[in-house]
Nanobody
Framework: EVQLVESGGGLVQAGGSLRLSCAAS????????IGWFRQAPGKEREGVSC????????YYADSVKGRFTISSDNARNTVYLQMNSLKPEDTAVYYC??????????????WGQGTQVTVSS
């Protein structure tokens, strides 16, 4: 059974940092692309970042470039999202997802349950 479990969310002041983790099980981790998405109340879900096993590429939304960094630890089947210089507009539920084709273009096949990130001003 494929499972993705996010952790690391919480409450932080603006300018602070958090590191989210996405622990995967039930599949060969390094064959997949893993993406991070977020959804704020009343807003559509948006893609934040992705790392592709197929070509090693990474992707960042313009809104997080220079502040967020995605990385992968294949030995631990875990993808991290280091979030620095957080802003109140980063407040959302963050989800990780896996794309079995190994590319960041989606559609994604498996989703985690999400972790709440709240940034206070």
């Amino acid at each position: 059974e494929v499972q993705l479990v996010e952790s690391g969310g919480g409450l932080v002041q603006a300018g602070g940092s958090l590191r989210l983790s996405c622990a995967a099980s039930g599949f060969t981790f390094d064959d997949y692309a893993i993406g991070w998405f977020r959804q704020a109340p009343g807003k559509e879900r948006e893609g934040v970042s992705c790392i592709s096993s197929s070509d090693g590429s990474t992707y960042y939304a313009d809104s997080v470039k220079g502040r967020f960094t995605i990385s992968s630890d294949n030995a631990r089947n875990t993808v991290y999202l280091q979030m620095n210089s957080l802003k109140p507009e980063d407040t959302a539920v963050y989800y990780c997802a896996a794309d079995v084709k190994g590319y960041c273009s989606g559609p994604y096949d498996y989703w985690g349950q999400g972790t709440q990130v709240t940034v206070s001003s």
